[in-house]
């Protein structure tokens, strides 16, 4: 009896399992995989009309054959690809010949901020999605870094300067062994904080550290949210994000003395801003208690501040570590070290009043630096794909007669194409100077011209790092001179060499890069003798 009971036991239990593997199958076959238009490409052999499990493993597991797929036999072909990304999305990217026509479209019909919203799922982090869709913030930003520029940049280099100093240490004797990616984002994030929060707070550690959390905290649950179905996001959304939640408030405790000082200077001062501090958070406030009001608590604004430190401390600090780590590691056979070295103390030399130094017209001769930036963002930016949009409208077609969803993510596949030997001889060659040989070579071309080479670092062309038209990342103008400052005060002051390692220098995750943690390095302070 006991026997027959156990095998009716064992019977019922695979009934149980049978009907929950023939229900996953079925969700999987109608909702995952199921057939799509004739006129969109699978990223699949040939007559297939469904996505593979493996084609949706690969996203996770190698994204980089799965993209350099979609950019040799989609994007380069002039083909659109459907793609399997995060969780049960799937993405269309678009050849890059469809880059003017996407550009030429109107938000209105396709959205950037649309799709980062997406992409990001801020309601479940932050609480809200006018976090990213109500732009203001930016439209700040905006202003700041374009016509205030040389108002904001001065304090800046000071700050470089001094966290360049207490981070790597002023010992001319001794070498010291350093985290390469934690000193470097230490730098980054201190001078971008003297940019955004001001002094009262750039220098303070622990609002630092929790800068850095609260950022890492909203990418982390981007992907765990992402990942879950739709219908689902709503409750487990919430749960996977209670941590970031008590972060929020750590950093609400910081910046509360600093928004209560610079709103009592605002009501003040009401319309007159000419005694304003010139951090970005001044700014922000300043707008927000004439147009935003609703928004002045400081809850919101501790959510708006890790909106703002994202875009400038997050990618500028990676980008950051890869040039310091690639400029060192192509010295032996570029001179790397010793050409910016000497660009670093012309660029000083040329300009008698340091007051005036970092001015556009004087950065704009840093062709060395600016060509070994450029050289970094090519090989190792953190998003792999570019200029993502979401369709608002029903009845849209490309410009070769694509319809597209609305409410589907176009893209452009970025990386494969940043390293295709056809258009970068060596490609995955970090070349410091190679964007030089191509101004000199546009020079010698055509004589005269007064453009911006399109070579340059800010420079939209050739290169998917800043986007395109006049969405294009308005933050460029802020990483380039602040790339520049770093390099030409860390390597005029500084002898580094990289610790040998077996470990690859980034890795992919997902279809990002990030530079891997625990590289190290050893630093030593020039003598003045040397640095002179």
């Known amino acids: 009896m006991a026997l027959l009971d156990l095998a009716k036991l064992k019977q019922s239990d695979v009934i149980i399992f049978s009907i929950v593997v023939t229900l996953i199958c079925l969700v999987y076959w109608f909702y995952l995989a199921r057939q799509f238009p004739s006129e969109l490409s699978v990223s699949e052999k040939p007559d297939d009309r469904h996505f593979s499990i493996k084609s949706r493993l690969a996203f996770y597991f190698d994204c980089s054959s799965l993209y350099g797929d979609v950019w040799r036999n989609f994007s380069k072909m002039g083909l659109p690809v459907l793609v399997p990304t995060l969780g049960t999305r799937r993405d269309i990217f678009l050849p ?15 959205g950037m901020w649309e799709a980062f919203n997406e992409m990001f ?23 700041a870094l374009t016509q205030d520029l040389e108002q904001v940049i001065d304090p800046v280099w000071e700050e470089i300067q001094l966290a360049v100093d207490e981070y790597f240490g002023l010992d001319t004797e001794a070498w010291s062994t350093l985290d390469l990616l934690e000193t470097i984002r230490n730098v980054i994030n201190r ?20 800068a850095i959390k609260s950022i890492d905290s909203v990418v982390t649950n981007a992907g765990v949210t992402g990942f879950m179905p739709a219908c689902l996001r709503p409750i487990l959304g919430h749960l996977a994000c209670w941590e970031t939640r008590s972060i929020l408030a750590e950093l609400e405790s910081f910046i509360k003395p600093m928004i209560e000082n610079h709103l009592a200077h605002i009501t003040t001062n009401p319309d007159d801003d000419s005694n304003d501090s010139f951090d970005l958070q001044q ?57 910016l070295r000497d660009e670093a103390k012309q660029f000083i030399a040329a300009e008698p009043d340091p007051s005036r130094l970092w001015r556009r017209p004087n950065v704009d ?46 893209s452009f596949v970025s990386q494969p194409m940043h390293t295709d030997p056809d258009l970068f001889p060596d490609p995955n060659t970090f070349d410091p100077f190679r964007f030089v040989r191509l101004r000199e070579a546009d020079d010698a071309n055509i ?42 005060y860390l390597f005029t002051n500084y002898e580094i060499k990289l610790v ?28 003045k003798a040397d640095s002179d």
Not at 99 to 107: C, F, G, V
Not at 197 to 203: A, D, F, I, N, Y
Not at 310 to 337: C, E, H, P
Not at 505 to 514: C, V
């Open 191 to 210: 001078a971008s904080g003297r940019f955004v929060v001001g002094l009262s707070l750039c220098r303070n550690k622990e609002y630092l550290a929790t």
């Open 96 to 110: 890059h010949s469809s880059i003017p026509w996407a550009m030429s479209q109107p938000t209105s019909v396709l």
């Open 500 to 527: 040998e390692t077996t470990q690859p220098f980034n890795k992919w995750m997902l279809e990002f890069i990030f530079p891997s943690k625990g590289i190290k390095m050893v630093v030593k302070r020039r003598v």
């Open 283 to 339: 700014r922000m406030l300043r707008y927000a208690a004439k147009n935003r009001s609703s928004e002045l608590r400081t809850d919101e604004l501790a959510r708006r501040l890790v909106m703002t430190n994202l875009g400038f401390v997050y990618q500028g600090s990676f980008a950051a570590a890869n040039m310091v780590r690639n400029i060192v590691k192509s010295d032996v056979k570029y001179g790397t070290i010793a050409v």
């Open 365 to 410: 001769r840093m062709v060395f630096a600016d060509s070994a930036a450029r050289e970094s963002l090519r090989l190792n930016t953190v998003p792999t794909r570019a200029l993502v949009r979401q369709v608002m409208v029903d009845g849209l077609k490309t410009d070769t007669g694509l319809p597209l969803p609305k409410g589907a993510l176009i």
């Open 447 to 488: 004589s005269g011209a007064s453009n911006p080479s399109p070579h340059s670092f800010l420079s939209t062309s050739n290169l998917l790092i800043f986007g395109r038209g006049r969405k294009s990342c308005p933050g460029r103008y802020f990483v380039d001179f602040q790339l520049k400052m770093l390099v030409s």
């Open 121 to 143: 799922q801020l309601s479940h982090s932050l609480g809200h999605e006018k976090y990213m869709l109500d732009t203001w913030t930016v439209d700040v930003s905006r202003r």
